[in-house]
């Protein structure tokens, strides 16, 4: 039984793949993460990272049974699942997880089947055979594979979203993305549930003069993010979600910027490994 508990991004981006000179280092791939705690693998999101990391998978010819935990449902959080090559496996066993949803009747299936039928996608999401639609409460413990714990609550972010207080041989790995800090009920909410983790991706889209511009847009600043993590002793906060427009030497300074004022704060980034 393995004892590794690790995070690999994949995807760090926001809104919209970016590639391009300016994003090279960082990585232009929207919102995925995958987290091996013992033998069981989860991916938070399945943005446009997921397909590398779905060629990987098949190529090392590597189990692809997993949990895909999604904070909501936005397309940049999404649009990899299509072109997801395990979730087409009728070996594998996929189980994806959605607790977002402001209206009941929401269900993930339908979403996965909005964007996957013709005329926007070639194939039905009936084809996505190793995948197991899992629609559940916010707030509830997700009985995932394996021996992590996984704790969720409400993101203040525009039609929803969920973090994730996920827990393995005592450590800690929080993933707070997409969400808007301003909501005095969630922002009271949130020390008590980040509290102490290791790790903490956090939405710091904006920085705070930028955020002026943005109020109601669902996403928060590098400046909240090094905030909560000294409020909830977090030791690394993770700076994710990256504005679409922001090139790789914007995201060097905010990243010095940011470890000046909290040290040990990163800039995620593609292909970074963490290990709390
Ligand atoms: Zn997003
Ligand atoms: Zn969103």
Same mark, same amino acid.
């Given at each position: 039984?393995?004892?590794?508990?690790?995070?690999?991004?994949?995807?760090?981006? /926001?809104?919209?793949?970016?590639? !391009?000179? !300016?994003?090279?280092?960082?990585? /232009?791939?929207?919102?995925? *993460?995958?987290?091996?705690?013992?033998?069981?693998?989860? *991916?938070?999101?399945?943005?446009?990272?997921?397909?590398?990391?779905?060629?990987?998978?098949?190529?090392?010819?590597?189990?692809?049974?997993?949990?895909?935990?999604?904070?909501? &449902?936005?397309?940049?959080?999404?649009? /990899?699942?299509?072109?997801?090559?395990?979730?087409?496996?009728?070996?594998?066993?996929?189980?994806?997880? #959605?607790?977002?949803?402001?209206?009941?009747?929401?269900?993930?299936?339908?979403?996965?089947?909005?964007?996957?039928?013709?005329?926007?996608?070639?194939?039905?999401?009936?084809?996505?055979?190793?995948?197991?639609?899992?629609?559940?409460?916010? /707030?509830?413990?997700?009985?995932?594979?394996?021996?992590?714990?996984?704790? &969720?609550?409400?993101?203040?972010?525009?039609?929803?979203?969920?973090?994730?207080?996920?827990?393995?041989?005592?450590?800690?790995?929080?993933?707070? &993305?997409?969400?808007?800090?301003?909501?005095?009920?969630? @922002?009271?909410?949130?020390?008590?549930?980040?509290?102490?983790?290791?790790?903490?991706?956090?939405? #710091?889209?904006?920085?705070?003069?930028?955020?002026?511009?943005?109020? !109601?847009?669902?996403?928060?600043?590098?400046?909240?993010?090094?905030? *909560?993590?000294?409020?909830?002793?977090?030791? &690394?906060?993770?700076?994710?979600?990256?504005?679409?427009?922001?090139?790789?030497?914007?995201? @060097?300074?905010?990243?010095?910027?940011?470890? @000046?004022?909290?040290? !040990?704060?990163?800039?995620?980034?593609?292909?970074?490994?963490?290990?709390?």
């Amino acid at each position: 039984m393995s004892e590794e508990f690790s995070l690999r991004f994949w995807g760090v981006r /926001g809104s919209t793949p970016t590639p !391009g000179t !300016g994003t090279l280092r960082y990585g /232009g791939e929207t919102s995925c *993460l995958e987290i091996r705690a013992g033998n069981a693998r989860m *991916l938070v999101d399945c943005g446009s990272g997921a397909r590398n990391l779905g060629m990987e998978l098949c190529q090392k010819k590597q189990s692809a049974d997993m949990d895909i935990l999604f904070t909501h &449902t936005h397309l940049d959080h999404i649009c /990899g699942l299509p072109f997801f090559w395990p979730a087409f496996d009728p070996d594998s066993q996929i189980n994806a997880w #959605a607790g977002h949803f402001e209206e009941p009747e929401l269900k993930l299936a339908d979403v996965v089947n909005r964007i996957m039928s013709p005329p926007v996608f070639p194939l039905a999401a009936k084809s996505l055979k190793a995948l197991s639609f899992c629609d559940y409460q916010v /707030g509830s413990e997700l009985p995932v594979c394996g021996d992590a714990t996984v704790r &969720t609550m409400r993101l203040n972010h525009p039609g929803g979203a969920c973090g994730y207080r996920i827990e393995f041989q005592g450590k800690v790995i929080c993933i707070i &993305t997409d969400h808007e800090h301003g909501n005095v009920e969630i @922002d009271a909410k949130l020390p008590g549930f980040v509290e102490g983790a290791d790790i903490m991706i956090y939405d #710091a889209m904006y920085t705070d003069e930028e955020y002026e511009t943005y109020i !109601g847009w669902g996403h928060s600043t590098w400046q909240k993010a090094v905030e *909560l993590a000294r409020e909830a002793e977090v030791k &690394t906060p993770v700076l994710f979600h990256h504005d679409p427009r922001r090139v790789d030497d914007e995201l @060097d300074e905010i990243g010095t910027a940011a470890a @000046d004022v909290y040290p !040990g704060t990163l800039v995620a980034k593609e292909g970074l490994i963490l290990k709390p």
